[in-house]
Every structure is written in structure tokens, then in C-alpha cells.
């Protein structure tokens, strides 16, 4: 599966929509690109994920550039809960008995702080 | 939506004993899941896949006789670590998949070995 590559951290003002990038240079046609994020002490939380057209949920959005070389997740209007790291992973949708296989490979993510 | 279910949250130990950490699919099943590792301040490390009925498959580096996995039914698997030494203390989170896309993670368990 293709590296990401993430800045580690970035700040956030409080209402304000925090756009947080991801470097994909070496995605394959095949790659999808997913968004987790962990909030301190829990398990990750699936926040959205896309092969090549822009995505949209009740969480956030996905921007893929036209080239699929990077993406950004857009949190709209970033709340004090919405503190965590997120990370961007890329995989391949490996089709096999029973569904898709493969895992999820965590890469060192982006700290992101929202402050008041 | 899915829910993953782990227990349990936190655990303490003594060096020497074992301890199993259950991760249960609510409301669907699941033929694989995932286990990780974390120690603080770093990323989550894949520890091995959990496959229904058959052999878990581990990551290299991981010792598979102290780390057991069995994953018995289509909606538990369990983690074992045998002979705790305070190096295993970590946060422990196990996933699993749903559907063809969704991979939904467990809340995790905090292991101190004393």
C-alpha cells in the first residue's frame, strides 16, 4: 500500500473549518484513501474515506485532487471535541472469499489541536 | 452502526500472569479482525489478523506464542498475553471489518504490568 505522508501537528481556532493534508504521491489506481481519527485513549474512529471523487458526510469532507497525489479532510466548523490525531491511510481493496481483505496501516497521523 | 465492543477497558497485572482481552462485533460478523498495539505517543502498530476458525496470522517481530490469538466465532476473538512482563504494558485495540470498506476499532484496553 502507497505511504502518506501528514504534517504532524496544526492548530484551529474553535467554529472555525480546519483543513488538514495528506501526500499520496505514490497512490495506485486501485488505492483507496480513508480518514481515522483517535481521540486520546480510545480506539480510532472511522471518519470517511474515497477513490477519486470528492466525498461528504455528516463528519466531514474529502477532497481528492484530479491527480489523486494528495487529499485534504475538511471538518467544517471544527468543535473543541473534535481534538485528536487523524490519520490518512491508503489501501488497496483486495477483493477474496467473504468480501474485501487486508488491514489498515497507521501511518504517525496529525495532531490536531482546536482551541477556544 | 457497527459497534466493536472490547474488554476489558483497563487491567492491571502482576509479571508472570496472563491476561485475555475479549473483542466482540455487536450486530454483525465478522471472519477477520485485527489486533494492534500502542505504546504512548506513538502510532498504532498492526500485531496480527485474526481469522475465524483458522490460524492468526502475525506481523513480523511479534511472538506469536506469547501473544495468542483465537478467534473461535464469527463475533469474538481474543487476545492472550501470556507471561506478562512490564514491557507489554500498552494499549491494546482490536478492529474488525464490516462489509467490503468499513473497519470499525474497539475502544482498547490499557495493560500495566506491575
Known amino acids: 500500500d502507497a505511504k502518506t505522508t501528514q504534517p504532524p501537528s496544526m492548530d484551529c481556532a474553535e467554529g472555525r473549518a480546519a483543513n488538514l493534508p495528506c501526500n499520496h504521491s505514490t497512490i495506485s489506481g486501485n488505492e483507496y484513501v480513508y480518514w481515522y481519527r483517535q481521540i486520546h485513549s480510545q480506539g480510532p474512529q472511522y471518519i470517511i474515506h474515497?477513490?477519486?471523487?470528492?466525498e461528504t458526510n455528516e463528519m466531514a469532507s474529502l477532497i481528492i485532487t484530479e491527480d489523486r497525489k494528495s487529499s485534504t479532510l475538511i471538518l467544517p466548523h471544527a468543535t473543541l471535541r473534535d481534538t485528536a490525531v487523524y490519520y490518512c491511510?491508503?489501501?488497496?481493496?483486495?477483493w477474496g472469499y467473504g468480501g474485501s481483505q487486508g488491514n489498515l496501516i497507521f501511518g504517525k497521523g496529525t495532531k490536531l489541536s482546536v482551541k477556544p | 452502526g457497527a459497534v466493536v465492543s472490547q474488554h476489558p477497558s483497563r487491567v492491571i497485572c502482576k509479571s508472570g500472569t496472563s491476561v485475555k482481552i475479549e473483542c466482540r462485533s455487536l450486530?454483525?460478523?465478522?471472519?477477520?479482525m485485527f489486533w494492534y498495539r500502542q505504546f504512548p505517543k506513538q502510532s498504532l502498530m498492526l500485531m496480527a489478523t485474526s481469522n475465524e476458525g483458522s490460524k492468526a496470522t502475525y506481523e513480523q517481530g511479534v511472538e506469536k506464542d506469547k501473544f495468542l490469538i483465537n478467534h473461535a466465532s464469527l463475533t469474538l476473538s481474543t487476545l492472550t498475553v501470556t507471561s506478562a512482563h512490564p514491557e507489554d504494558s500498552s494499549f491494546y485495540i482490536c478492529?474488525?471489518?464490516?462489509?467490503?470498506?468499513?473497519?470499525?476499532f474497539g475502544s482498547g484496553t490499557r495493560l500495566t504490568v506491575v
Open positions: 450486530d454483525f460478523q465478522a471472519t477477520t
Open positions: 474515497g477513490l477519486k471523487n470528492n
Open positions: 491511510i491508503v489501501r488497496v481493496v483486495k
Open positions: 478492529s474488525a471489518r464490516q462489509g467490503s470498506y468499513g473497519y470499525t
